[in-house]
């Protein structure tokens, strides 16, 4: 039957009486689910005060499988005494059927049958009685028609022990006729539409009314941003390597730190006002550690550690102009340092952080962007162990053909000599942009499609070209 014949027999129904009428007994008389019935209950529940249901709770028994199954062809011990012959049955033979050891059981209680242990062919049964009256069955019978009133509460416990009943709770729903009860449905508008209005045609129309309860429409949520979520998965890969995660929450670096520690001469132009941003306010630092500072100064100026360093007049003051940091390599300097302080133990570093150019803007350059830097100080490390940590790296970023991400390399004796690591110590390191990876696997093309996700302006990193095959 329809949904909506189904629909309009519940409405005739709940018309030809005054009290009411139980959901479970229409289901029972069309002969459709019971939930049928109650999505009928729902759809008129829905177009207003047509019906009224109140749910209601009842408890009845139910035949389990097993029980429908003795309803059908007989309890155990009825079935093992219908296949005794008046001969009798080997014992043996009895328990080889699947209802055998239950009916034997059983049928032994009722004294319908008994055993001959001392039988020359084995322990043997033989019936005790002409015929037997299969109560089990006749009581169930009576509930699966419906009729377990008849049957005293001790009996039905009888059975469920067996586990041939089983009570269960049955929700059904009540149903009478409500304040606008008809059986003709007239469909409820939920809009007011300008035509209505302009016609006039709302006053003939029957509106839904407001559910001021119902739940809206839940809001967009917010979402990472391409980069984020790129920076996060790169984050994760350098833990699962064994990284630590260098401190980078001081943009603002004074040049020795930025360069002069990093063996880079005072006249490179990359230190000039074209590539950098330089501080005015405070325009210097003035806290060195002086020992290194003062080694920093020769092997630049004198050389030393097998270099021969650039031969120049090293100044303090343009190793105290403060600027932004270039790249968060400066970081990586203050940590081999401070490292180089205590007691050698191989470390592994990264970082993932802002970085800052005085560059020119154009569609793959901006001012500011994310430097990812890796860094491992060990003995003995080479070229050779640097390719196999930017491969397992890669391979973890999932970069399946050769592109252009970044540079690497080892560190120079004259940079990590004068901050105290010891002799054999090398450092391996690689660095490159967070957004160049992140417009390769979103298909960005330029920056202006990548800043379109309403996040603070970052460049793409012009880098040295470092091609990996992963």
């Keep these: 039957m329809a949904d909506t014949g189904v629909v309009e027999v519940l409405l005739q129904r ?38 009224s249901a109140e749910l209601r709770s009842s408890k009845h028994w139910e035949l389990t499988e097993e029980g429908t199954e003795i309803a059908e062809q ?52 033989f019936r005790t009685v002409d015929s037997i009256e299969d109560q089990v069955r006749e009581k169930l019978l009576l ?8 049957l005293e509460e001790k009996e039905k416990n009888e059975l469920k022990k067996r586990k041939l009943l089983s009570e269960v709770t049955v929700k059904s729903y009540w149903i009478t006729k409500g304040n606008s009860f008809s059986t003709t449905i007239t469909k409820q508008e939920t809009e007011l539409t300008p035509e209505m209005i302009a016609t006039g045609s709302w006053k003939e129309k029957k509106f839904k009314p407001y559910n001021f309860e119902a739940m809206g429409v839940a809001p967009d949520c917010g979402h990472l941003h391409p980069l984020m979520k790129v920076r996060t998965q790169f984050r994760q890969i350098f833990l699962e390597m064994g990284f630590t995660e260098m401190p980078t929450n ?28 330089f501080l005015s306010d405070p325009a210097l630092a003035h806290e060195f550690p002086q020992d290194y500072l003062e080694r920093v100064k020769k092997v630049h100026s004198e050389g030393g550690y097998g270099s021969q360093g650039y031969k120049y007049d090293w100044k303090i003051e343009e190793a105290q102009k403060n600027i932004l940091r270039t790249h968060t390599t400066a970081v990586s300097a203050r940590m081999l340092y401070k490292l180089a302080q205590q007691k050698f133990t ?24 994310h430097q990812i830097e890796g860094v491992v100080a060990d003995y003995g490390l080479t070229l050779g162990d640097l390719m196999g940590v930017l491969h397992q790296f890669f391979t973890k ?74």
């Design 250 to 277: 001081n943009f603002i670096e004074s040049s020795f730190w930025n360069f002069d520690s990093l063996f880079q001469p005072q006249q490179h132009p990359a230190r000039d006002q074209h590539d950098t941003f």
């Design 397 to 470: 970023l999932g970069l399946k053909k050769w592109v252009e991400v970044g540079n690497s390399g080892v560190f120079r004796p004259e940079m990590l000599l004068p901050m105290g690591l010891p002799e054999g110590v090398s450092v391996i390191a690689w660095g490159l942009s967070l957004e160049r990876p992140t417009m390769i696997k979103y298909g960005i093309n330029n920056i202006r499609e990548l800043v379109g996700h309403k996040v603070n302006l970052q460049m793409v990193y012009d880098s040295p070209i470092c091609l990996l095959d992963s």
């Design 14 to 51: 709940v018309e030809k009486v005054d009290d009411g009428v139980d959901s479970l007994d229409v289901a029972t008389s069309l002969g459709v689910d019971h939930q049928v019935i109650v999505g009928a209950v729902k759809s008129l529940q829905a177009l207003g005060d047509v019906i």
């Design 143 to 150: 509930v699966q028609k419906g009729n377990s009133t008849q």
């Design 346 to 369: 191989p470390v592994k570093y990264f970082s993932i952080d802002r970085v800052f150019r005085n560059e020119s803007l154009d569609a793959t350059h901006l001012a500011e962007f």
């Design 74 to 125: 007989g309890s155990q011990e009825a079935r093992v005494f219908s296949c005794i012959p008046l001969e009798g049955l080997a014992q043996s033979e009895l328990m080889k059927l699947p209802f055998g050891k239950i009916g034997f059981s059983k049928a032994m209680s009722n004294k319908w049958i008994r055993v001959d242990k001392a039988h020359e062919g084995g322990p043997r049964i």
